[in-house]
């Protein structure tokens, strides 16, 4: 039994994750849960729900114009998920069937560990539109071996117990939050793994730039200060907790400030 959490901010302009998941043809009972960020979705999405029962769209309604933040969406999606074995990944990105053959097994995950999946991109525009596994498998590129945001698997008592993805403003807009969690679950201790299969494609799609460095300056020195000081809970739980920690600063400070102070911490937790 899965929950699939996709998660969106009104940019994506196309929904073949859904229909990929629908062509694994999964036996065990499962879920797809699609969390928008802002105030609603558009009407082919909302053509594709009617036609899926499956699919469960959760919008948080958040104003347009205001700063994403993809890590409030995978949370609310952690949440409303009724199945324990949880697939957390970007909303458009397609499967093949090496994907379903390690599906049997994520089953027997034990609760201290978690899977992740390498994400292959398409590069170049096609000519016409593909979303078939076999065709992007041949003209695909791994830019990033370290996908953190692209795929993986957790029990959802184990995302619970980390805090979830950090629900600090500092990660929003492009974001490195996915990546602070997976720092956060080294820290603690959890067995992670890489498949190292061939099974996850990223089609091309406009805005597509897989040399992009998808987070800021300032996250970059949390990330910092997590791996110093072997932090493993996050700034702001995915229930709302703060915690007061050398990365968390007092939301108050201008970004100038804060930054600053972020870097004479950094300093002083290397000493």
Request: charged share 25%; with cysteine.
């Amino acid at each position: 039994m899965y929950s699939f959490i996709l998660w969106d901010c009104s940019f994506r302009e196309k929904f073949h994750t859904i229909q990929s998941i629908q062509n694994l043809k999964i036996s065990d009972p499962y879920e797809i849960i699609w969390v928008e960020f802002y105030e609603d979705v558009s009407s082919s999405l909302r053509a594709i729900e009617s036609l899926t029962p499956e699919l469960k769209i959760i919008c948080l309604k958040n104003k347009k114009g205001s700063r994403s933040h993809s890590g409030f969406c995978i949370n609310e999606g952690v949440k409303a998920a009724r199945f324990n074995n949880l697939f957390i990944c970007d909303g458009d990105v397609v499967f093949n069937n090496k994907f379903l053959r390690f599906m049997s097994s994520s089953l027997d995950l034990s609760a201290n560990s978690i899977t992740y999946f390498r994400r292959w991109d398409e590069v170049l525009k096609p000519s016409t539109y593909s979303f078939d596994p076999d065709a992007l498998e041949q003209r695909e590129l791994n830019f990033n071996p370290y996908n953190y945001a692209g795929a993986f698997f957790i029990h959802k008592e184990s995302f619970m117990r980390l805090g979830g993805y950090d629900n600090d403003p500092i990660f929003s807009g492009y974001t490195a939050v996915a990546k602070d969690f997976y720092i956060r679950a080294l820290n603690a201790g959890y067995f992670i793994s890489w498949n190292p299969d061939k099974c996850l494609f990223h089609p091309w799609h406009p805005g597509s730039n897989p040399w992009y460095i998808y987070y800021f300056s300032d996250q970059k020195i949390i990330l910092n200060a997590r791996i110093n000081k072997l932090t493993s809970q996050p700034n702001i739980s995915m229930d709302g907790i703060k915690k007061k920690s050398l990365d968390a600063i007092p939301k108050t400070f201008n970004n100038k400030f804060r930054l600053l102070v972020l870097n004479f911490l950094t300093r002083i937790n290397k000493r």
